[in-house]
């Protein structure tokens, strides 16, 4: 099957894309290995969820968040702008299409993507080997499966002793069925925080290494970032949430020795927002772990690497995710690196050779991609425009 451009993964990045696409009349196919778009946000996302920036850094390009929406929007809000979104662009994924493969063909010089269709009528994994086989040819592609495409777990020793229920953030939903339980959150960025807070009736123990700022801070950082150098603007964030929320270090909260803007920027680490959750941890109800985990020594008993060992009926690793690019796609080097994410410095991160772009893969988050898939489609149609 063959067209001019090939998106992987519809996402809010691939999504973006797509309707950037469409604004310049350039015919696309765009492929998903979910069986809907944004599957992060529909399928993989806690209930109680809300996006940590305001909604004029979260909207995609050539569309506004609606005024009645609140400056900061619920999951379930987010969805449905999704939605009239794919609509208003007229957006039609192609779903149950895991891409195996993808190369340049440089006889061609175009594209090629093995695609596995996933059979639907079966309850196979996404990489089992059901279903059949299709081959996708052209003269772009645009890899926007973004930083979260796989769910990070580290590896722990004696983990597989473990007896008590084990999973990752992109599972868990709520603190329903939790009650009476010792829950051991590990991860300190947003996701661990706010599932931590959400089991705060419930005896929960976090590990952090973290920098918190409230929405009022983000917000003012959002503003100033247009007037102020960077790295003043990051010290005096960090002075900032020092006068908010005091010394937290006599709670076992450590901070990076760097400023949220310089970890968002060379890290890819957002800062956390409270919800809350700073309240309930200089209460006691939320108790902290400063050490990392050693190693699981038994049915229900976690050893830390100062020694202590305490039990408990469950972990939820909120350990963030990983890029999956490297896994699929045969580069030559230009666009990507180890870690699946673009090495090509700004301002154009988001172009490699010979028709190979990402998008979302730049540690930009929703506000840098939506840029990023304008300069990709106006790039495709410079392109065209001269052959």
């Known amino acids: 099957m063959e067209t001019t ?27 998903e290995r979910e069986d809907c778009s944004a599957s992060l946000w529909r399928k993989y996302a806690y209930d109680r969820l809300c996006l940590h920036l305001p909604k004029k850094s979260s909207e995609l ?20 702008y999704i939605d009239s979104y794919i609509s208003k662009f007229g957006i039609e994924p192609m779903f149950w299409r895991n891409v195996e493969g993808a190369e340049l063909d440089r006889e061609l010089k175009k594209w090629k993507v093995r695609v596995r269709v996933r059979n639907n009528n079966k309850n196979k ?25 796989e769910a990070y777990m580290p590896e722990v020793e004696g983990m597989e002793k473990f007896g008590g229920g084990v999973m990752h953030s992109k599972m868990y939903k709520s603190g329903k069925g939790y009650e009476g ?48 150098p960077l790295g003043f603007l990051d010290s005096l964030m960090v002075f900032l949430s020092k006068m908010v929320f005091g ?36 209460s006691g109800e939320i108790q902290v772990i400063s050490s990392e985990i050693a190693k699981v020594e038994s049915k229900k008993n976690v050893i830390f690497k100062d020694g202590k060992m305490v039990s408990f009926d469950d972990i939820i690793f909120c350990t963030g995710f990983t890029s999956s690019a490297n896994s699929w796609l045969k580069d030559d080097g230009s666009l990507l690196n180890d870690d699946g994410l673009s090495k090509v410095n700004q301002p154009n991160h988001w172009k490699g050779s010979n028709g190979l772009y990402c998008v979302g893969l730049s540690k ?7 840029f990023e898939a304008q300069e990709v489609a106006k790039d495709i149609a410079a392109q065209l425009q001269c052959i």
């Open 5 to 31: 451009v090939i998106i992987v993964g519809a996402g809010p990045s691939g999504l973006s894309t797509a309707a950037c696409l469409s604004k310049a009349s350039i015919p696309y196919k765009l492929l």
């Open 61 to 80: 390009a050539f569309m506004e968040i609606p005024d009645p929406f609140p400056n900061y929007l619920t999951k379930k809000m987010f969805v449905e």
């Open 125 to 149: 994994s996404i990489n089992g080997e059901e279903g059949e086989m299709e081959e996708y040819v052209g003269r772009y592609l645009v890899v926007a499966t973004g930083e979260t495409a």
């Open 181 to 228: 339980k010792k829950v051991l959150v590990v991860g300190s960025g947003n996701s661990g925080m706010e599932i931590a807070y959400d089991l705060v009736n419930h005896s929960a123990a976090t590990s952090l290494l973290i920098h918190i700022l409230t929405r009022r801070l983000i917000n003012l950082q959002v503003f100033l970032g247009k007037y102020l």
């Open 247 to 282: 010394d937290l270090t006599k709670y076992g909260m450590k901070r990076p020795n760097k400023g949220p803007i310089y970890m968002k920027r060379h890290h890819g680490k957002f800062p956390i927002i409270d919800a809350g959750t700073c309240n309930k941890i200089k």
């Open 364 to 370: 930009r988050g929703l506000f840098g991609s939506k």
